[in-house]
């Protein structure tokens, strides 16, 4: 359990006679702040931001038949292994790293738009 404590003097005819001491239970506030701070250290370790977040719970909460119309293609500054892992995980049609080229995305749409 998580307190904060609030002190208060308690006063008759001008005169300091004692203290208050008032204790709020904050474990709801805590444990909150700490599943914050969890998820920003995932997310910072993972390259994922918290928009890319949204949009990906948004995506799977579409019908079946929309999901397969959609193309995304993932663009990214990381080349890390685990970073690499994950991304293959995701729902996503291609993987491009930074710096984004002509080249790049002439392959993209090639290779998902072209009729």
């Known amino acids: 359990m998580y307190f904060t404590f609030t002190y208060q003097s308690y006063r008759e005819n001008g005169h300091i006679m004692g203290i208050s001491t008032f204790a709020y239970n904050v474990a709801e506030q805590v444990l909150a702040r700490q599943r914050v701070q969890e998820l920003d250290a995932t997310l910072h370790s993972s390259n994922v931001s918290v928009g890319q977040l949204a949009f990906l719970e948004a995506y799977q909460h579409l019908p079946q038949v929309q999901q397969q119309a959609v193309i995304i293609i ?3 500054t990381s080349l ?3 970073d690499l892992t994950r991304a293959h995980e995701l729902p996503i049609s291609g993987f491009l790293s930074k710096p984004l080229t002509q080249e790049k ?9 072209a009729q």
Request: charged share 25%; net charge neutral.
């Open 105 to 113: 995305v002439t392959d993209v749409l090639r290779q998902h738009f």
């Open 80 to 82: 890390h292994e685990r």
């Open 74 to 76: 993932m663009l990214t």
